[in-house]
């Protein structure tokens, strides 16, 4: 443990500390650990192997040099084949590859929903005029004109009351007959005679 005290020494410590050159502990003691271990640059277990980390096996070097510049030209190598491999897939898309084909696409597309938008549309007409037809049909078939048309008369009073009994109406009074066509003013006589087949 004496022989290890040098190598805690504050003054020893303090200008391993403020060297500019880099520094290597090699004590050869593994299992201490004096305090300049833990301001040197590099500790090694031993001073052989101070000497390895201090200077390296230029060929061990030299072979890592060529590893890491492989790895470096692969992934360098991938990653070009990516670019190039999206690029060729971006160009491949339809909208790059033939624009005036995709204008054309689009506008078909248009025109298909332009008709089919007018055959809508001409078909609710359609049935909204076939609608209308049989509703006028019907109101036709119900108005007082078509009563009219058919021969009947509507009897009114002077003061444009319907009479609807030949009983209510009084000896000598003002009547107006409605027909189709036209109007008649006529006096009331008297109920008619009913007669008996």
Not at 39 to 68: I, W
Not at 71 to 92: D, F, M, Q, T
């Amino acid at each position: 443990m004496e022989d290890l005290l040098p190598f805690s020494d504050e003054a020893l410590v303090r200008a391993v500390s403020a060297a500019r050159t880099p520094v290597v502990s090699a004590i050869g003691h593994e299992q201490d650990s004096p305090i300049l271990d833990l301001v040197a640059d590099v500790r090694a277990s031993t001073p052989t192997d101070a000497a390895k980390k201090a200077v390296p096996d230029v060929r061990e070097q030299l072979q890592l040099v060529r590893q890491l510049r492989d790895r470096g030209r692969r992934c360098l190598a991938g990653g070009l084949e990516r670019e190039l491999a999206w690029l060729k897939a971006v160009r491949s898309r339809p909208a790059l590859a033939d624009p005036v084909r995709e204008v054309e696409r689009q506008s078909e597309q248009v025109l298909a929903l332009r008709d089919r938008t007018r055959r809508c549309l001409s078909g609710a007409l359609d049935r909204a005029g076939d609608e209308l037809s049989h509703t006028r049909a019907r109101l036709l078939a119900l108005s007082p004109a078509a009563t009219l048309d058919r021969g009947y008369a509507i009897v009114q009073r002077e003061d444009g009351s319907v009479l609807r009994e030949a009983a209510k109406a009084d000896e000598g009074e003002r009547l107006v007959l409605r027909l189709a066509e036209g109007r008649l003013a006529v006096t009331a006589s008297g109920p008619a005679e009913s007669q008996e087949s």
